[in-house]
C-alpha cells in the first residue's frame, strides 16, 4: 500500500526535529450544506531542521517515531515569506550606531 503524501503549513518549529503541520481542509456540514474549514494537525520529523515557522511543507507517511509523530519531513515547497520585524529594527539600530560613530 503506497504511504499518504500530504501538503501543509508549518505552525510550529519550538521543538529540535519536529514540527507542527497544519493540513487545511474543507468539510460539508450535513443539515446545512454549507462547507466548514477544517484542519488537522500532524507532528512530523524534521531530521535536519531545514524547515520553519510559516514554510509550506511535503510530507509523507512513516512508522511512528513517538507517541504524537507518524509523518516525516519530505521537502520544502515553499519557504515562508514573513519578515522578522526584530531582527530588522536590530539590524537598523546596529546601522545607525555604526554610522553615526564613523561621523
Same mark, same amino acid.
Given at each position: 500500500? @503506497? %504511504? #499518504?503524501?500530504?501538503? *501543509? =503549513?508549518?505552525?510550529?518549529?519550538?521543538?529540535?526535529? +519536529?514540527?507542527?503541520?497544519? !493540513?487545511?481542509? !474543507? &468539510? $460539508?456540514?450535513? $443539515?446545512? #450544506? %454549507?462547507?466548514?474549514?477544517?484542519?488537522? &494537525?500532524?507532528?512530523?520529523?524534521?531530521? +535536519?531542521?531545514? /524547515?520553519? !515557522? *510559516?514554510? +509550506?511543507?511535503?510530507?509523507?507517511?512513516?512508522? @511512528?517515531?513517538? #507517541? /504524537? %509523530?507518524?509523518?516525516?519531513?519530505?521537502? &520544502?515547497?515553499? #519557504? /515562508? /515569506?514573513? =519578515?522578522? !520585524?526584530?531582527?530588522?529594527?536590530?539590524?537598523? %539600530?546596529?546601522?545607525?550606531? +555604526?554610522?553615526?560613530?564613523? *561621523?
Amino acid at each position: 500500500m @503506497p %504511504k #499518504k503524501v500530504a501538503i *501543509g =503549513v508549518v505552525t510550529s518549529d519550538r521543538c529540535a526535529q +519536529t514540527r507542527r503541520v497544519e !493540513l487545511p481542509r !474543507l &468539510v $460539508k456540514h450535513r $443539515k446545512y #450544506k %454549507k462547507y466548514i474549514r477544517r484542519r488537522t &494537525v500532524c507532528h512530523v520529523h524534521d531530521e +535536519t531542521n531545514q /524547515s520553519q !515557522l *510559516g514554510d +509550506t511543507v511535503e510530507i509523507i507517511e512513516c512508522r @511512528p517515531r513517538s #507517541k /504524537s %509523530k507518524r509523518w516525516e519531513l519530505q521537502r &520544502v515547497v515553499a #519557504k /515562508s /515569506s514573513a =519578515v522578522d !520585524l526584530a531582527a530588522m529594527r536590530a539590524a537598523a %539600530k546596529a546601522e545607525e550606531e +555604526t554610522a553615526a560613530d564613523q *561621523g
